[in-house]
């Protein structure tokens, strides 16, 4: 199961993500210029796969990428957590959400780039 809570401090805005088991994750997706962020790994190992490479990263690690190019994100240990961290700010969507969607959980069921690595 992934894990998800919104954080908020000011104008800075994020994502939390955690990750129970090496099979979970973030589906394939893309983001705009509202929806843009960086990937801060706070713990454990993830992999950002797209459709025609995998980047590796570790704990620590702070990932810029052309976040156009649709990705999904895996874990590669349990309980691994990332931080998506917004370039712009919190996107206008998420300004009224109730507070019952500022966290949850949800399963990821199928990672279309999944390629064996």
């Given at each position: 199961?992934?894990l998800?809570?919104?954080?908020?401090?000011?104008?800075?805005?994020?994502?939390?993500?955690?990750?129970?088991?090496?099979?979970?994750?973030?589906?394939?997706?893309?983001?705009?210029?509202?929806?843009?962020h960086?990937?801060?790994?706070?713990?454990?190992?993830?992999?950002?796969v797209?459709?025609?490479?995998?980047?590796?990263?570790q704990?620590?690690?702070?990932?810029?990428?052309?976040?156009?190019?649709?990705?999904?994100?895996?874990?590669?240990?349990?309980?691994?957590?990332?931080?998506?961290?917004?370039?712009?700010?919190q996107?206008k969507?998420?300004?009224?959400?109730?507070?019952?969607?500022?966290?949850?959980?949800?399963?990821?069921?199928?990672?279309?780039?999944?390629?064996?690595?």
């Amino acid at each position: 199961m992934t894990l998800f809570e919104h954080y908020k401090s000011g104008n800075v805005f994020g994502i939390k993500y955690i990750f129970e088991t090496e099979k979970d994750g973030l589906p394939v997706h893309a983001h705009d210029q509202e929806t843009a962020h960086n990937i801060i790994v706070m713990r454990g190992k993830v992999k950002v796969v797209f459709s025609e490479h995998t980047d590796y990263l570790q704990e620590g690690d702070v990932y810029d990428f052309d976040w156009t190019l649709k990705h999904g994100v895996r874990a590669l240990e349990p309980d691994s957590i990332v931080l998506n961290m917004f370039l712009n700010g919190q996107p206008k969507s998420y300004l009224n959400l109730p507070t019952h969607e500022l966290s949850g959980e949800f399963q990821v069921e199928e990672f279309i780039y999944e390629r064996g690595y």
